[in-house]
């Protein structure tokens, strides 16, 4: 099996950014929804209603299209039922992976040490048979591209991690309270350990807490030190 990125957890990374990022967010959620549309021409209303066990047509696409503009591709488990006819089921993207993509690998969790695995041959219904199952797998263009699709955003990962990471280091500031570049400085000699961590806790019952944002860092120094700037 192909590492897909990293440790095998690129796609892993690609969902954390966009559960991070609200702006990437928004932005994935507004162009599934365009792609998806409204409506559906040209399908039986049978399966417009029901497309397999799961899905009606409207939200199987949608899943295939939001796992394409998260991962710049998609996946599908066909099902062929007694008469050979296939029935096509989205699969979560992000859980497969491949060698050569004449089979595939489905699993739950690829992080763990020992892995449970699904294999799938490749979409293909010369090959198939009553009952049996392959992996339908798109993915889009890209010159260059080797095993596995890169999203379209994929030169703005840097940005899209700043945003969530910035909006990460707010939110635990508010959280503690505390604010870099606040600084209180006390002029009186160190004191003891004891005295130390109960003007610490006296300080911080009226400074720290989301609202009291912007708590202190203390500092004590003798007399005649010299104040930071």
Known sequence: IYSYGEDNKFPDQLLYLMNKSATHNAI?????????GSGVNG??????????????????????????RIFGG?????????LNKPHFY?????????????????SDDWSKQKVDVQEYDAFDPAKSTPFSKQIFYFREY?????????????PALNYIDIEARISNFHLNNIASGFTAG????????????????????????????????????????????????
């Open 182 to 229: 606040t600084l209180v400085q006390l002029f009186k000699g160190e004191p003891s350990p004891e005295e130390a961590r109960a003007f610490k806790r006296k300080f911080a019952a009226n400074a720290q807490g989301d609202s009291n944002g912007g708590a202190v860092l203390i500092q004590f120094n003798e007399p005649n030190e010299t104040p930071a700037a």
């Open 142 to 154: 890209r010159s260059g591209l080797d095993v596995y699709p890169l999203p379209e955003y994929y």
């Open 43 to 68: 399908v039986p209303q049978q399966l417009v209603e029901k497309w397999n066990k799961h899905d009606s047509f409207m939200e199987f696409r949608d899943k295939c299209i939001r796992d394409g």
């Open 28 to 36: 994935i959620n507004q162009k599934a929804l365009y792609i998806n």
């Open 90 to 106: 989205h699969v979560d993207f992000a859980k497969i992976r491949t060698l050569d993509h004449s089979k595939y690998f489905y």
């Open 74 to 82: 998609f996946a599908c488990e066909v099902l062929y039922d007694r």
